[in-house]
């Protein structure tokens, strides 16, 4: 079954530290991944998305992600965390080709940010 | 910059209420969707559309449906509003695109309390 597993549900870091979050996912063709965040109260923007290519992909706001064929990995990172990033993030795969609605969402992992 | 608005934030609906949640999209996007978002279960998609008066199920369909009679606006209807759908829901937009999955383009959210 296609699914996508965030195994962290909650994640406290110091302001300044680095960040990695983790996203397996268990699909069966080749998967087009997302990462998205959610800040409090607002809806979801993109941060950055992988299907092809170089491994590592970077993103808006400092992130980077790297996808990992043998793990069926896609984790996302930031060297330094700033108090901003305080949000939840979703990661996402689904199928190359413009089908939207096949995307499968994680669960979501929330992040807190400690000063 | 693309901006998908959900013109009510916050509801609180009764049991039984016939409840209308409107999205519009700026951005002459083909597809539009809704989500149901709940803590522990991430984004569930509960319909979508590719066009005018044109609509899909998605994997949660159950006591919902939904209107799209222009193409910058997409409508979720509750026919009979039921404590479990006390929820946050999304509305989200996509343009047409050759070529790998477009990004989601989300609004802010609608927070539905049914009492």
Known sequence: AQSVTQPDIHITVSEGASLELRCNYSYGATPYLFWYVQSPGQGLQLLLKYFSGDTLVQGIKGFEAEFKRSQSSFNLRKPSVHWSDAAEYFCAVGPYGGATNKLIFGTGTLLAVQP | ?115
């Open chain 2, 1 to 115: 910059d693309v901006k998908v608005t959900q013109s009510s934030r916050y509801l609180v609906k009764r049991t039984g209420e016939k409840v209308f949640l409107e999205c519009v999209q700026d951005m002459d996007h083909e597809n539009m969707f809704w989500y149901r978002q709940d803590p522990g279960l991430g984004l569930r998609l509960i319909y979508f559309s590719y066009d005018v008066k044109m609509k899909e199920k998605g994997d949660i369909p159950e006591g919902y449906s939904v209107s799209r009679e222009k193409k910058e606006r997409f409508s979720l209807i509750l026919e009979s509003a039921s404590t479990n759908q006390t929820s946050m829901y999304l509305c989200a937009s996509t343009p047409n695109k050759q070529g790998g999955t477009p990004s989601l383009y989300f609004g802010e959210g609608s927070w539905l309390t049914v009492v």
